[in-house]
C-alpha cells in the first residue's frame, strides 16, 4: 500500500504542473498595464478598434478623437481594485489587458501588434465583416488589368470615372479614378454612393437609399492639381431594379464642384468575380 501512495504522490504533483502550467501560459497572454488617474495611457492598434469592454466603472476609456484606432485609458479613482480590459479590431483580433492603479510609473504608451493578440481570428457578422480581408480584395481589385470604358462624367476640369466592378461573396467592390486637371486642387468633401429612381419626380425617402461604403483603399482628403488618383470602395452587396441606378456622387468641401455619375442596372452586371485568396 504504501508502494502504491508513494507512485502516486509524483503522479499527482505532475498533474498539478501541467495545470499550472496551462493557467501561467493563458494568464501571460493578458498584457499587465499601470495606469494612473493623472495621466493618460495611449494603447495604439494596427487597425480600428471595433468594440470595448471593461471590467470595472473605475476605469475611464474614450477613443481619440479624429482616429480610430488609439484608446485612452486612465484611473477614474485612487487605487481601484485590478480589473481588466477587452479590445476587439476590425481586423479580426481580440487584446486583453490586465489594469493595475500606479500613480507614479504608469505605462504611457503600449503599441499593440498582431503578436499580442490573445486569438487567430474573430468571426464578424456580415455588417462587421472582417475589414482586413475586404481591404486584401479591395488591393486586389485595384491591380486588375479589366477596364469598363464609357461611364464616366467630366465637369469643370474634374474627372469622375468607374474603371472596374469587381464581386468577392457579399461585397462589392468599385474602382474609380479621380481626376483633376485644374490648378486648383479639388477638396473632397464627400463620396457618396445611392440607389435612385429614373423618375424625375420630386424625391421621396423612398426613391432614395444610400450605400455606406464599408472602407476604401485610400483616404480621401483631395485631389491635388494636374493629378489622378484610383482607389476601390468596398460596398455591402446589393441589386437594382430596372427603373433605378446607382448614383456615385463627388462633393467638393467649400467649393460649387460637384460630380454625379449614373451606373444603370444592365452597366453592374458587367462585373468580375474575384478569386479566393
Same mark, same amino acid.
Given at each position: ?17 501541467? #495545470? ?15 495606469? /494612473? ?12 478598434? &471595433? ?7 473605475? #476605469?475611464?476609456?474614450?477613443? /481619440? ?9 486612465? /484611473? ?64 486586389? /481589385? ?34 474609380? !479614378? ?27 425617402? *423612398? ?10 483603399? *485610400?483616404?480621401?482628403? &483631395? ?11 468596398? !460596398? ?14 463627388? !462633393? ?18 458587367? !462585373? ?6
Amino acid at each position: 500500500m504504501k508502494n502504491r501512495n508513494l507512485w502516486f504522490l509524483p503522479f499527482m504533483a505532475l498533474i498539478s504542473m501541467a #495545470v499550472f502550467g496551462q493557467r501561467s501560459s493563458s494568464q501571460a497572454e493578458f498584457i499587465n498595464l499601470q495606469i /494612473a488617474q493623472l495621466k493618460t495611457t495611449s494603447l495604439v492598434f494596427p487597425y480600428p478598434i &471595433k468594440s470595448i469592454d471593461k471590467g470595472s466603472s473605475e #476605469v475611464l476609456i474614450q477613443k /481619440a478623437k479624429g482616429v480610430e484606432n488609439i484608446l485612452l485609458v486612465k /484611473a477614474g479613482k485612487e487605487n481601484f481594485s485590478q480589473t481588466n480590459l477587452t479590445v476587439v479590431t476590425t481586423e479580426g483580433k481580440l487584446y486583453g489587458f490586465v489594469l493595475n492603479y500606479d500613480e507614479q510609473c504608469p505605462d504611457m504608451n503600449f503599441l499593440a501588434d498582431s503578436a499580442s493578440a490573445l486569438n487567430a481570428d474573430i468571426v464578424f457578422t456580415l455588417d462587421n465583416e472582417n475589414k482586413k480581408k475586404i481591404l486584401q480584395y479591395a488591393q486586389l /481589385a485595384l491591380i486588375k488589368k479589366k477596364k469598363l470604358n464609357g461611364m464616366s462624367h467630366n465637369r469643370f476640369n474634374i474627372g469622375l470615372r468607374l474603371t472596374g466592378i469587381f464581386i468577392y461573396q457579399d461585397v462589392i467592390y468599385l474602382r474609380l !479614378l479621380l481626376g483633376n486637371k485644374s490648378k486648383i486642387n479639388f477638396d473632397i468633401d464627400q463620396l457618396r454612393f445611392f440607389i435612385r429612381d429614373q423618375r424625375k419626380s420630386t424625391r421621396t425617402a *423612398s426613391q432614395e437609399i444610400e450605400i455606406s461604403p464599408i472602407l476604401m483603399t *485610400s483616404e480621401l482628403i &483631395k485631389i491635388p492639381e494636374r493629378s489622378e488618383l484610383s482607389l476601390v470602395c468596398a !460596398l455591402p452587396k446589393f441589386t437594382i431594379g430596372e427603373r433605378k441606378y446607382l448614383t456615385i456622387e463627388l !462633393l467638393e468641401k467649400n467649393g460649387q464642384r460637384q460630380l454625379g455619375l449614373d451606373i444603370k442596372d444592365h452597366q453592374l452586371m458587367d !462585373l468580375e468575380i474575384l478569386s479566393a485568396l
